[in-house]
């Protein structure tokens, strides 16, 4: 059973920096992606990156801002946020398993970690 277990979130106020840890118990030739889901919206696609992390990609509204990385040693993919705006406060979750856009493709999620921004 793969395990996927997201850490980092907090409080931060507005132009404030946070940055997300994702380790996967088994990692294997997986693209990593990053999602959030704020309350009454539905779950969106933040960031991915392939497997080597020559490829990453954002969505629009983070471009600049966040940055996706990953340590295949150890297991981890990160998410680097700065200049945070109240509308980042959402539920991320980190998932496995493909290098897309879309949520179906990932094949394993974590429980999501809390980032509230402060404005």
Do not use: H
């Not at 395990?3 to 920096?17: F, M």
């Not at 959030?36 to 539905?42: I, Y």
Request: glycine share 12%.
């Amino acid at each position: 059973q793969v395990q996927v277990v997201e850490s980092g979130g907090g409080l931060v106020q507005a132009g404030g920096s946070l940055t997300l840890s994702c380790n996967a118990s088994r990692f294997s030739s997986y693209g990593m992606g990053w999602f959030r889901q704020a309350p009454g919206k539905e779950r969106g696609f933040v960031a991915t990156i392939s497997w080597s992390g020559d490829a990453t990609d954002y969505t629009d509204s983070v471009k600049g801002r966040f940055t996706i990385s990953r340590d295949n040693a150890k297991n981890t993919v990160y998410l680097q946020m700065n200049s945070l705006l109240p509308e980042d406060t959402a539920v991320y979750y980190c998932a496995m398993g493909a290098f897309a856009r879309e949520p179906n493709k990932y094949a394993y999620w974590g429980q999501g970690t809390q980032v509230t921004v402060s404005s």
